[in-house]
């Protein structure tokens, strides 16, 4: 368990805290192990969940079931995905063709997409969701990138050079997401772990690239879309990781 300050205000176990709360939440409670102490992972909460906030979390999940409703009539596909805590995200665009129809904008509908996917955390948690939506043939799909982000992929060549960090060895039926810069991909291999990180390096045919994201000059190919080595790194200490953190990476 990890070392945190003492948690005076907490639930006995998860049983105690489902009794807390309302119907609807119950089956979103669960331990966090590496805290040790009870968690809700809702569709409008992901946090720590304490017997002094359990009424103003039910409050605000009836809030926000009403305030979703307001935000399909409205036809906010933006406010209605970004209502929902950020793992619920993904589930929400993938409900949104459904709850809005025809109404719904195709190129709105991409940029909502990109914003998600570069404001998610773990995406290997909802890999198989992600892949079904960057699948999709929705037409519009150039609108993932910004103008800018456009013109540098089509500068790219035939053949892109790609590389990806891991914790472990590499496994090519997890790989969406990659990065044009080598030096990134190390950083995100060394912050998974300094001491078993892993490096995968390949190429991409452009025509497999899903989308280039000039945040972290990241490349979005569909798993299997990359041939790629991977090799382990060389273990190093915290202060030579954050030394390197301290570095500028993308170039």
């Known amino acids: 368990m990890n070392d945190i300050p003492d948690q005076p205000d907490r639930f006995e176990n998860v049983a105690a805290a489902k009794r807390a709360l309302i119907p609807a939440l119950r089956k979103f409670v669960g331990l966090n192990k590496g805290l040790g102490l009870v968690w809700l992972n809702a569709p409008y909460h ?3 969940l304490t017997p002094s906030n359990a009424d103003a979390t039910c409050k605000w999940h009836v809030e926000c079931e009403q ?7 409205a036809n906010d596909l933006r406010g209605y995905v970004f209502l929902h805590a950020r793992p619920f995200r993904v589930d929400a665009l993938w409900q949104a063709p459904r709850l809005l129809g025809s109404r719904l904008d195709n190129a709105s509908y991409w940029a909502v997409v990109r914003e ?10 909802d ?4 892949i079904a939506l960057f699948r999709d043939s929705r037409p519009g799909k150039e609108h993932l990138m910004t103008l800018k982000e456009r013109k540098r992929f089509a500068k ?12 472990g060895p590499f496994r090519s039926s997890e790989a969406l997401s990659w990065t044009l810069c080598e030096d990134m ?11 078993d990180a892993w490096l995968a390096r390949g190429t991409v045919h452009k025509q497999l690239v899903v ?7 990241e490349i979005v190919v569909l798993p299997g879309g990359v041939e790629a080595t991977a090799s382990k790194l060389p273990a190093i200490s915290n202060d030579e990781f954050f030394a390197m953190s301290n570095k500028p990476r993308v170039r």
């Open 46 to 48: 992901n946090g720590l």
């Open 67 to 73: 305030r979703a409703k307001e935000l399909v009539a």
């Open 116 to 125: 998600a996917w570069i404001d998610q955390r773990y995406p290997s948690q």
């Open 127 to 130: 890999l198989n969701l992600w």
């Open 156 to 167: 790219l060549p035939e053949s892109v050079p790609v590389y990806r960090g891991t914790s």
């Open 185 to 195: 991909a190390k950083w995100f291999a060394y912050r998974a772990s300094p001491s």
């Open 211 to 217: 989308a280039y994201f000039e945040q972290e000059a």
